[in-house]
């Protein structure tokens, strides 16, 4: 039953990545991947909250760990997608961008780990 319950949300997960990084692409028409980024610092926050607040603080069961942690936001982040892009904006020539990319992605993610805890603990 497991396995249903992660194929679903990670089908939730990967539709809502789609419709997401598509509406933010499309507003932004920029060559940065700022949609990519969007949705992982926005999945980084996610699974900090989700993980404090059904390991640590015991608000919500643990089975919502895996069904909205494996399942959505493992289909939701993307972090093949952010690699291929940050290797493309090298390819072309773009290394401030590309090393913008990986900067960002990698401050941003960790600090909206950390403040999704922070809410966590709020709660």
């Known amino acids: 039953m497991r396995f249903v319950v992660v194929a679903a949300f990670g089908a ?9 990084d598509g509406a933010i692409s499309r ?8 949609g990519t980024l969007v949705i992982n610092v926005v999945g980084s926050f996610a699974l ?10 015991m608000v919500l ?16 982040t993307t972090f093949s997608t952010f690699s291929y892009e940050t290797v493309r904006m ?6 401030a ?6 900067v960002a992605s990698v401050v941003l993610g960790v600090a909206a ?3 999704g805890v922070a809410v966590a603990w709020a709660v």
């Open 48 to 57: 900090g909250a989700l993980v404090e607040l059904t390991t640590n603080r």
């Open 90 to 95: 090298l390819e072309s020539g773009a290394l």
């Open 27 to 34: 507003a932004a028409q920029g060559q940065f991947p700022i």
């Open 12 to 20: 939730l997960g990967a539709l809502s990545r789609y419709a997401v």
């Open 113 to 115: 780990a950390l403040f």
């Open 97 to 102: 961008q590309a090393v913008l990319n990986v």
């Open 61 to 76: 069961p643990a089975e919502w760990r895996i069904a909205l942690g494996v399942g959505f936001l493992g289909a939701f």
